[in-house]
């Protein structure tokens, strides 16, 4: 019997407007000096999702990964400033970058299907 290949189901403008939603409302919030812990984990759960997505599904997308990943290392320090000090900041010099981060997931988010967003979110709920 022939093997079937898995049915690709495309993302939908909702889910992507939900994964743009989180991303923006958290780094908006982290503009206007509202930034917190839980604004931090919707932000960097977004990205990494993308990013570990597009990396499992081998994108062609030209400095997709790379762009991300600048966003990522970002995203560690803004994370270990906040635990250290408990103040939760994206500073003005960091913001283009994780800007920059957010931009290519929206972009990326497009060209990959929904279950390897759902499974790629659970793989890293999993290792956390």
């Known amino acids: 019997m022939k093997k079937r290949k898995p049915l690709r189901v495309p993302v939908t403008r909702g889910l992507k407007d939900i994964y743009a939603m989180d991303m923006h409302a958290a780094y908006q919030a982290a503009v206007a000096c509202q930034f917190n812990v839980v604004a931090f984990g919707r932000l960097a759960a977004a990205i990494m999702v993308v990013r570990s997505s597009l ?3 081998q994108t062609r997308l030209p400095d997709a990964i790379e762009t991300l990943d600048a966003a990522i290392a970002i995203l560690r320090e803004v994370r270990k400033k906040g635990d250290e000090t408990e103040v939760w900041e994206i500073s003005e010099s960091e913001r283009p970058v994780v800007l920059s981060g957010i931009e290519m997931a929206e972009q ?3 060209t990959l299907d929904v ?3 759902a499974q790629t979110a659970a793989n890293l709920l999993q290792r956390a």
């Open 55 to 57: 990396e499992a599904h």
């Open 108 to 110: 990326c988010i497009g």
């Open 115 to 117: 279950a390897l967003l």
